[in-house]
């Protein structure tokens, strides 16, 4: 069985949270982007890869040392069109308020 390959895009927001990392941090960060979500984005672990509940977005958080990658999933019918996006990079500090602010933005979004 061949597991097909995902896109990876990153937001403007994904980028300028990686660009604000140190080089050791962001090789590492990339080196688990591409190790973890190129081919199974949805495989949730127990120390690794989380799926998020009660949230529109993002669906998913990836764990990288100290940091967290969150994404989300978008899938199309043909296999090659499969997209990883993702939306944020933040140091485990910082999550809880930035999630607590996406909570705010998709009950805004949803009640438009």
């Avoid at 895009?9 to 960060?29: H, P, S, Y």
């Avoid at 190790?35 to 509940?53: A, D, G, N």
Wanted: proline content about 3%; charged content about 35%.
């Amino acid at each position: 069985m061949t597991t097909s390959e995902y896109r990876i895009e990153f937001t403007e927001t994904a980028l300028e949270d990686l660009r604000a990392l140190r080089a050791v941090d962001r090789a590492k960060i990339e080196d688990a982007i591409e190790t973890y979500l190129r081919y199974e984005p949805e495989k949730v672990s127990k120390s690794r890869i989380k799926r998020l509940r009660g949230l529109i977005s993002p669906q998913y958080r990836l764990r990288v040392d100290e940091h967290r990658v969150f994404y989300d999933i978008e899938y199309a019918v043909e296999p090659k069109n499969k997209l990883v996006l993702i939306l944020a990079i933040k140091h485990k500090s910082e999550v809880n308020e930035w999630l607590t602010v996406q909570e705010v933005s998709d009950e805004t979004d949803s009640n438009q």
